[in-house]
């Protein structure tokens, strides 16, 4: 009789902790879903956030798209003194709101990052609470498991009862099945969520340097400008024909570097100094600076602040003032115009394979015409401040003008170049 009522007790008391577990596995889910609803709040409140982000962003686009075709349509009129002061205008106010845009655009990143924080938070939380809970899930039911089926059967009055035994641990085990699944979603969820994390790290990196070259953008429009209205104090015919004697300027340096390399050439011929040349080896340009900072204007460039004159002939590559240049690969010193004045400098190297290369606006000189040089040698300090040695009429700010050459003939730099 005493053995009997121990049998009902012990078979009760399984049950009893059947439904134990079972409950508690359920109100792990249970508050596992209630914070996530909490977090999702907050994620949600940032989700709207970034979303008026974009929408402001799109405002911008538009009104930099009208812009944009402005600037379009005034190259293509007349060079008038009004129509460059025009274009000037428009490119400045195309570059205010690419920084407003570019600044939205820091800020979308920003709650981004935020948003992408607070999701591998709740997948950091949530998956440390289900580590603890299938580690005691597994140590209970290691417990359970060493009652054979037969005790249990004989613990219970009758079959009823052992199967809600059964059913219940298939139901344990089911969703101890589940919850390893999860867990192993949430994991590889949550690397992916880091690495997106990472990406919009560098996103953001990338837009912020991006903002730094649009505000020095817009300070060398403003420069540019401010020439422009200086020029606006002559009448019409002044400045046509002070466009004129610029244009004629410009053609007559092309004109000099074009003769002067022909001629220094078949000077290097007769001295046999070719054989240096060959010694070189084929040619292979670097970089005379840094680009990290950026380019300014491109190979002939539509929105080159003085196209109107002259089709830019090179690249140009922002610089601090004083930076040191670089000879872009071995060559000879063909050509040193400084003079320690504002007038435009400007260094000729001359290369193998019929190539040349110039550096403009330099405030510093460091070779002489006549020597040669190897590919990394510093030959000078690049300029282009307005009213600085070297600068010239047609400098907005401080960067390094680099043209390449093709037997005397400008070529795009940047075919050339890494």
């Known amino acids: 009789m005493i053995e009997t009522k121990t049998k009902k007790n012990k078979g009760r008391e399984i049950l009893a902790y059947l439904l134990i577990v079972s409950f508690v596995m359920a ?17 949600g409140d940032l989700t709207q956030e970034i979303e008026q982000r ?21 190259q293509k009129e007349a060079k008038t003194l ?29 709650l981004e990052i935020q948003t992408l924080n607070l999701q591998i938070n709740q997948k950091e939380e949530e998956i440390v609470g289900q580590k603890n809970k299938i580690s005691e ?26 199967f809600d035994y059964m059913k219940y641990i298939e139901e344990i085990h089911g969703k101890l099945n589940e919850m390893l699944n ?18 919009k790290k560098q996103q953001e990196e990338t837009l912020k340097d991006q903002l730094s070259q649009q505000k020095s953008e817009l300070e060398e429009r403003s420069t540019g400008r401010e020439i422009v209205l200086v020029q606006t104090r002559l009448t019409e015919r002044q400045y046509q024909n002070y466009l004129y004697q610029l244009q004629l300027e410009q053609q007559q340096i092309n004109s000099d570097i074009i003769t002067l390399e022909k001629r220094v050439r078949e000077e290097l011929e007769k001295k046999n100094k070719e054989e240096i040349f060959n010694e070189f080896g084929p040619a292979a340009l670097g970089w005379p600076v840094s680009p990290d900072r950026g380019i300014t204007a491109y ?4 929105d080159y602040p003085f196209r109107y004159i002259f ?5 140009d590559i922002r610089a601090y003032q004083g930076t040191s240049i670089k000879a872009a690969e071995n060559g000879y010193v063909a050509k040193v115009k400084f003079n320690g004045s504002t007038s435009y400098a400007y260094i000729m190297l001359i290369h193998n394979d019929g190539l040349s290369t110039v550096y403009g606006h330099v405030s510093r000189v460091d070779v002489e015409e006549d020597q040669f040089v190897t590919k990394g040698q510093i030959i000078g300090a690049s300029g282009g401040m307005p009213g600085t040695p070297g ?18 003939i400008p070529v795009n730099p940047l075919e050339y170049l890494p």
């Open 182 to 199: 999860k867990l192993k979603a949430d994991k590889k969820e949550m690397e992916i969520q880091k690495s997106n994390l990472e990406e």
């Open 299 to 302: 190979f002939h460039d539509p």
């Open 311 to 315: 089709e830019h002939p090179a690249i």
């Open 82 to 110: 009004r129509n460059q002061l025009a274009i000037l205008e428009n490119q400045i106010a195309k570059v205010e709101l690419d920084i407003s845009a570019t600044e939205k655009k820091i800020e979308e990143t920003n």
């Open 27 to 43: 109100n792990f889910f249970a508050v596992q879903k209630q914070a996530l609803a909490q977090e999702e709040g907050g994620i």
């Open 137 to 162: 899930y597994i140590r209970l039911i290691h417990q359970n498991d060493q009652v054979s089926y037969l005790e249990v059967l004989m613990l219970n009055n009758n079959f009823s009862e052992f």
């Open 54 to 74: 974009k929408k402001d962003i799109e405002t911008l686009q538009k009104e930099i798209d009208a812009y944009e075709e402005q600037i379009n349509q005034k």
């Open 391 to 408: 600068a010239g009429n047609l400098s907005t700010g401080p960067h390094l003008h680099f043209e390449v050459r093709l037997n005397g």
